[in-house]
């Protein structure tokens, strides 16, 4: 990827929840010789997609195994209880942990929040994933701790969520290979970033990167035609008659 960008491709993996949609479009914008491909992964399958080569850069769910791998954090999620519409819980802006003890929560195998202690008796089953376990709060037979993010993705008619303040959090990062950080990953990061068009790190021409201050050296000359400036108070006296 060091001899130019035309003809190639930015492989951008993301897992459920994580909508890339912003950066896309701005990569989009940037580099419109540079076609940028999305690739949806499981959370527990997108380090190996990135450790095996199948995307240049992807939107994990913190932990991971970071072995290799270069993670920049980038926001906390709200944890969010979904529940049946016609459960106590609908009725309130938030719900603490402690509320959920006598509850049962479903554990999903794809769970991607880092528990201590889980909240709320241990459901019948673990369902193998977020989505399963969804159908079966749907059913009746569980609530579901989630980031609001996978609560909005899974949205029900006949289901609701709210806000656990004091439940772990998941953060989501964006991460890959570090030996194979190559120029369009450090273009995609500084889009992340926020940089502008003109501050991508290391991207700048050493020609564009010094005009400011060939302009600087440049204003005495504009201003004395070369000529060393000589004080306005000197100059009068100068011109004094004799």
Same mark, same amino acid.
């Given at each position: 990827?060091? $001899?130019g960008k035309t003809g190639m491709e930015f492989r951008l993996a993301y897992v459920p929840g994580v909508t890339p949609a912003k950066w896309v479009n701005i990569w989009t914008e940037r580099m419109p010789d540079v076609p940028i491909t999305l690739v949806t992964v499981p959370a527990a399958e997108v380090v190996g997609l990135l450790r095996d &080569? &199948? #995307?240049d850069a992807g939107f994990v769910r913190l932990p991971v195994d970071r072995d290799g791998l270069s993670v920049i954090p980038l926001y906390v999620?709200?944890?969010v209880v979904v529940v049946p519409k016609d459960h106590a819980a609908a009725a309130v802006d938030e719900v603490p942990v402690a509320d959920l003890t006598d509850e049962e929560v479903l554990h999903p195998l794809d769970d991607t929040i880092e528990w201590t202690v889980r909240p709320g008796l241990p459901a019948f089953t673990?369902? #193998?994933t977020t989505a399963d376990a969804v159908e079966l709060v749907a059913a009746g037979t569980g609530l579901l701790l989630v980031p609001q993010s996978l609560a909005r993705l899974h949205h029900r008619r006949d289901l609701?969520?709210?806000p656990v303040p004091d439940a772990p959090q998941s953060q989501v990062a964006l991460a890959w290979p570090t $030996? #194979?950080?190559t120029d369009l990953v450090e273009d995609f990061i500084g889009i992340v970033r926020g940089r502008t068009v003109n501050s991508s790190r &290391?991207?700048?021409p050493a020609s564009s990167a010094e005009k400011p201050a060939?302009?600087?050296a440049r204003k005495p000359a504009q201003k004395g035609s070369g000529k060393r400036a000589v004080p306005a108070g000197r100059r009068k006296k100068g011109n004094r008659p004799r």
């Open positions: 990827m060091t $001899d &080569g &199948g #995307a999620e709200t944890t673990r369902p #193998a609701t969520y709210r $030996d #194979a950080t &290391g991207r700048t060939q302009r600087q």
